[in-house]
């Protein structure tokens, strides 16, 4: 795996998501911090067999990247009392409620809550099967959005490095639109030939919604 930026990662949450995850990061290079609910002891298997360490959410908050991975009803508690000022916070959930949802809705309530906190989207658009970067003479796609252009560009490298072919959607707001559980961008898990990049990937229809609409360069 090609190594690139290395940073001091902590992700909370142990699940589907939160391991693979931590794991390629670990593999990448990067020191990584993983905390659940359950306290360290439960991690120590898993954090020997992959390279990382087992810690606490406040041990995980205290890394440059803070990565949140878990289900959504269950952020508040995975982030009381964590002082993330000045903090890159990846967002891996996924608002899955039902009915109408207000616009003020995942990343940006999450940004609301933690406004001097650079908030970037990603890996919420894959299914855990997929968390694979790199595949035969391929790299996975990987959505990411936010509004600070130096997290995004600081993720958009580690990602990069870990074998995925991330591509910035845009703002938080677009992000939001376009990768929240169910939009146009969720569950979408094709891959990018090495040799290739993307000119396009989203359109606007007449009717102002988002439509798939991948382009790669010649």
């Not at 693979?20 to 905390?35: E, M, W």
């Not at 439960?42 to 890394?63: I, M, V, Y």
């Not at 952020?75 to 616009?103: C, F, H, W, Y």
């Not at 169910?182 to 606007?204: E, I, M, R, W």
């Given at each position: 795996m090609k190594r690139g930026l290395q940073m001091n990662i902590g992700v909370i949450?142990?699940?589907?998501?939160?391991?693979?995850?931590?794991?390629?990061?670990?593999?990448?290079?990067?020191?990584?911090?993983?905390?659940n609910s359950r306290g360290p002891e439960?991690?120590?298997?898993?954090?020997?067999?992959?390279?990382?360490?087992?810690?606490?959410?406040?041990?995980?908050?205290?890394?440059?990247i803070i990565?949140?991975?878990?289900?959504?009803?269950?952020?508040?508690?995975?982030?009381?009392?964590?002082?993330?000022?000045?903090?890159?916070?990846?967002?891996?959930?996924?608002?899955?409620?039902?009915?109408?949802?207000?616009?003020?809705r995942g990343s940006l309530l999450l940004q609301s809550h933690f406004p001097d906190t650079k908030i970037v989207k990603a890996f919420n658009t894959l299914y855990a099967r997929y968390l694979d970067g790199n595949t035969t003479g391929a790299r996975r796609f990987l959505a990411f959005a936010g509004d600070d252009d130096d997290a995004k560009s600081t993720v958009k490298a580690i990602f990069s490095a870990m074998g995925y072919y991330p591509y910035d959607i845009g703002t938080l707001a677009l992000g939001n639109e376009t990768?929240?559980?169910?939009?146009?961008?969720?569950?979408?898990?094709?891959?990018?030939?090495?040799?290739?990049?993307?000119?396009?990937?989203?359109?606007?229809?007449?009717?102002?919604s988002w439509e798939l609409q991948v382009k790669e360069s010649e």
């Open positions: 949450g142990a699940g589907a998501m939160g391991k693979p995850i931590a794991a390629q990061f670990a593999a990448a290079g990067h020191d990584v911090i993983l905390a439960s991690l120590q298997d898993f954090a020997k067999s992959t390279g990382l360490t087992a810690g606490t959410r406040f041990d995980a908050a205290k890394a440059d990565v949140l991975a878990v289900r959504w009803e269950n952020r508040a508690a995975a982030l009381s009392d964590l002082d993330l000022t000045g903090k890159i916070l990846i967002d891996v959930t996924n608002q899955m409620e039902k009915g109408d949802l207000p616009e003020n990768m929240e559980f169910g939009a146009v961008l969720s569950a979408q898990h094709f891959t990018v030939p090495n040799d290739k990049t993307l000119t396009q990937v989203l359109v606007k229809a007449n009717d102002g």
